[in-house]
């Protein structure tokens, strides 16, 4: 059973090309996706019929199946990473998947009945174009794509945790370096503010907010202080003015919530704040003072080295 094609160990693409070597498991799974997400892409917005029902009015979540299937055994296959998948910046079958997967994600975000069982479905679709992202072709070319634009203010409509977080995810690998590659500034910055623009002042709050919702789970703190911390301060030098500013003034007006984050018992979350708020201090002076209040008058510090002594 399952879904792996092969171990990761076997996951290298043959070091001898010629014509009759075997395929390598990513490539292979890369073909699966494209051919499968470019015909159900191509069907949707060609057709309003269903494929499977005759006479009955085209249901995404459906036409979807067989694509989230295909992505669930390229994700079992895949690492990551995105280790051996294609590395040339104009890829046509990683492009031709992006693009495709991502339209089919804006059908299913755009779903009003069964909206949770749609929310489901893009799940593993995301977790695809995550992976896709890491490429080259998928990092420099993904916001030319009018299909992910149209998918940048849906995502925040997701309220499902799993999918969100692996859309998110997706996200932050375009608004960041590409992890073991040397930073490409110029693309980083192209892809932040094409990105910021598509989402609006409404992305930069839903950022903010869905980090100190007190009823979020873990995982979408995790990735939005994360996308926080990233454009913030780890690759600040290539976030717009206008982009850090607007995200100083949403903080600085939840600056009391985002204190509050402070008592996660996940690390990884309570950095990310420690960094954000140590910014806010040096960046928002209205409220840096209230912020070294709120410091001494809560004990978080006390709280903090009493949990790391016993």
Not at 3 to 32: D, M, N, V, W
Not at 146 to 161: H, K, M, R
Not at 247 to 256: K, P
Request: some cysteine; aromatic content about 8%.
């Amino acid at each position: 059973g399952g879904y792996c094609l092969a171990s990761f160990s076997t996951l290298a693409a043959p070091e001898k090309s010629g014509l009759f070597q075997p395929i390598s498991i990513p490539l292979h799974c890369l073909k699966r996706v494209h051919a499968v997400g470019v015909a159900a892409f191509s069907y949707m917005n060609s057709h309003t019929e269903s494929s499977t029902e005759e006479g009955a009015p085209i249901n995404p979540i459906e036409e979807c199946r067989n694509v989230v299937e295909i992505c669930r055994e390229f994700n079992a296959s895949v690492l990551p990473t995105a280790e051996g998948l294609p590395t040339g910046e104009k890829d046509k079958q990683v492009l031709g998947s992006i693009g495709s997967l991502w339209g089919l994600v804006a059908w299913l975000l755009e779903c009003k009945k069964d909206r949770h069982l749609a929310e489901q479905a893009a799940g593993p679709i995301l977790q695809t174009l995550h992976r896709l992202s890491k490429t080259p072709a998928g990092y420099r070319n993904s916001i030319e794509l009018a299909t992910f634009l149209d998918c940048v203010p849906l995502l925040l409509t997701i309220g499902d945790a799993f999918s969100k977080f692996w859309g998110f995810r997706a996200m932050t690998v375009l608004l960041s370096g590409l992890p073991g590659k040397l930073r490409d500034k110029e693309v980083e910055y192209v892809n932040k503010s094409v990105i910021f623009k598509a989402g609006g002042p409404r992305l930069v709050h839903g950022l903010v907010l869905s980090l100190l919702d007190q009823g979020a789970s873990d995982l979408i703190r995790m990735v939005m202080s994360d996308i926080l911390q990233s454009v913030l301060c780890s690759f600040a030098d290539t976030t717009s003015p206008e982009v850090f500013s607007s995200f100083m003034q949403a903080l600085g007006e939840n600056y009391q919530a985002l204190m509050n984050t402070l008592y996660q018992q996940t690390p990884f979350v309570l950095e990310n704040s420690a960094l954000l708020l140590h910014l806010l201090n040096s960046h928002a002076p209205t409220v840096a003072g209230a912020i070294r209040e709120a410091a001494l008058a809560s004990g978080v510090l006390l709280h903090h080295f009493h949990a790391a002594i016993f």
